[in-house]
């Protein structure tokens, strides 16, 4: 759905959740000012039984001027569209008002499947970045508009733990090019943790669960806003003998989880997806991360089971199955493995300096995350069948492809299109799409390697990076090249089907 199909509808009534977070006000403030810019007769609002209290939202509202209105009277229909932002209608966390046209955009997991105006997008860190990137879509400035911004802007750190659980590359795309003005954020943040909240984590810290073996903890918070189990979190992980944390708390539609980790074996983003793995999401950064479990799937697949012997069985199950192996080290036995090429797909390049001048330090963005580089007279920007980006040297890119003078196509070449590569100048903050500059090339000669399929999680630590681990799961492939017994790496299990086929071993390769 696009912002643009809405339009038919006037008047247009915005809908946040009951008792609004900073999101629900920022994504509803972003679709007022979108149709209100359109000439429509809008309004956006609340219900329930609580009106906004926390003193960082009524300092929000008041500071950045939100026209939020307080429903007393949820009998009365809506005319026109109503537009449930940051929830869907119907749902438990929103009084449900009568309308002639319902639509929907929000970010969290589907719920309601019967609206079929609706936009939802669960990927995302907070329905902001959605509410930005649809706004965009129909051609919005943001330029200049710093209390927007700043509305939008403070909808995601909130909703992402201050920053610390984004995952997705579009929630740091809008966090790095919205106008802001950060000193307001710094009155926002600064009034969020209320007396009773201070309480709330004092007490959370003294009922932690300790487990000597694996040096992880555990703590059960009562309810509270999901950046205290952050709070909480980070405080846990300064005690000496903690390596790995979860915070959580059981709220009315699922449980709310924080991890963190301060040892390279464990990263915490991986850690919450395992967490949250077919009952919920999750996502983050190495370090800080969290998620969230849906009650409904939990109940289903864990019926008897109470959330602390959850976390406590999953922590356990990750610790004691899970193989770690370092490339530069480890004698890998090919013993059980088979031989295979790799096909020759064609791929993309991209020649660095081209795109951002030599010597400019960047930021290389894709779904897999960021990584920094400076740009060289030599780099050069290769794009995998995944669409993922690496670099490497001009001499190696020369001997190992030939180039074919055709422009790359993404939706030809790509097996994944969720997100278009992104190199940012760290000097300006301009941004710049790779595929743009990209061509296309095909390898010269053949690579082979030897691989079986993983019946245990595996984390290899490759020879490019002592720092950040491969993760390998129960179906993907465990590869070495043929040529270079560390050469050792992860491939997922589709992208090795596309990528490589069997041959017989008649000889040594």
């Given amino acids: 759905m696009r912002l643009a199909q809405l339009e038919q509808f006037d008047p247009i009534t915005i809908q946040c959740h009951d008792n609004p977070d900073a999101d629900a006000l920022a994504s509803g403030f972003g679709l007022y000012h979108y149709f209100k810019d359109k000439g429509k007769d809008v309004r956006l609002v609340y219900a329930g039984m609580n009106r906004i209290q926390k003193k960082n939202l009524t300092l929000m509202v008041d500071k950045l001027d939100i026209p939020v209105i307080y429903l007393k009277d949820v009998e009365v229909p809506i005319k026109g569209l109503l537009l449930t932002v940051d929830c869907q209608y119907g749902a438990g966390n929103v009084t449900k008002l009568s309308a002639e046209n319902v639509a929907v955009i929000d970010h969290h997991q589907i719920e309601v499947f019967n609206v079929p ?42 909703d992402t733990n201050q920053f610390s659980e984004i995952n997705y590359p579009l929630d740091m795309d809008m966090r790095d090019s919205i106008p802001c003005i950060k000193s307001l954020i710094n009155q926002f943040k600064n009034s969020n943790l209320s007396l009773q909240e201070l309480e709330i984590a004092g007490l959370a810290l003294m009922k932690h669960i300790y487990n000597t073996n694996y040096r992880y903890a555990t703590i059960k918070a009562n309810p509270c806003d999901p950046n205290i189990l952050g709070l909480i979190s980070d405080f846990l992980l300064q005690v000496e003998g903690v390596d790995t944390c979860i915070v959580y708390n059981e709220q009315r539609e699922g449980i709310k989880f924080s991890v963190r980790s301060c040892v390279k074996e464990v990263r915490a983003d991986e850690l919450a997806v395992f967490l949250a793995d077919d009952i919920g999401s999750g996502g983050g950064h190495k370090e800080k991360a969290g998620g969230f479990i849906l009650w409904n799937r939990y109940e289903e697949r864990y019926p008897l089971l109470y959330t602390e012997a959850y976390f406590r069985d999953r922590l356990n199950d990750y610790f004691a ?23 020759k797909r064609p791929r993309g390049f991209a020649i660095a300096k081209e795109i951002m001048p030599t010597g400019t330090p960047v930021t290389i963005r894709t779904v897999e995350g960021d990584f920094n580089l400076t740009v060289e007279d030599d780099t050069v920007l290769m794009i995998d069948v995944r669409g993922e980006v690496y670099p490497i ?25 969720d997100y278009a590569p992104t190199i940012r100048n760290g000097l300006d903050g301009s941004s710049k799409e790779i595929f743009h500059f990209a061509k296309v090339c095909i390898p010269i000669k053949e690579t082979y390697i030897y691989a079986r399929m993983l019946t245990e999680i595996m984390k290899v630590f490759p020879l490019w990076d002592r720092e950040k681990y491969m993760l390998g799961r129960p179906g993907d492939f465990l590869a070495v090249r043929c040529d270079d017994r560390h050469d050792i790496y992860i491939v997922e299990r589709d992208f090795f089907y596309e990528s490589y086929e069997e041959i017989e071993e008649t000889k040594e390769i």
């Fill in 117 to 158: 105006m609706s936009e939802i997008r669960s990927d995302l860190g907070s329905c902001s970045t959605l509410v930005w990137q649809m706004m965009r879509e129909e051609g919005f400035c943001f330029e200049g508009k710093y209390e927007l911004g700043t509305a939008l802007y403070y909808g995601l750190f909130s």
């Fill in 321 to 343: 199955h899970c193989r770690i192996i370092d490339a530069e080290t480890y004698d890998i036995d090919i013993s059980s493995m088979k031989a295979y090429v790799k096909r």
């Fill in 393 to 417: 040297k001009r001499d190696k890119f020369e001997k190992r492809y030939q180039i074919i003078d055709e422009k790359y196509d993404q939706r030809e070449y790509a097996l994944k299109n």
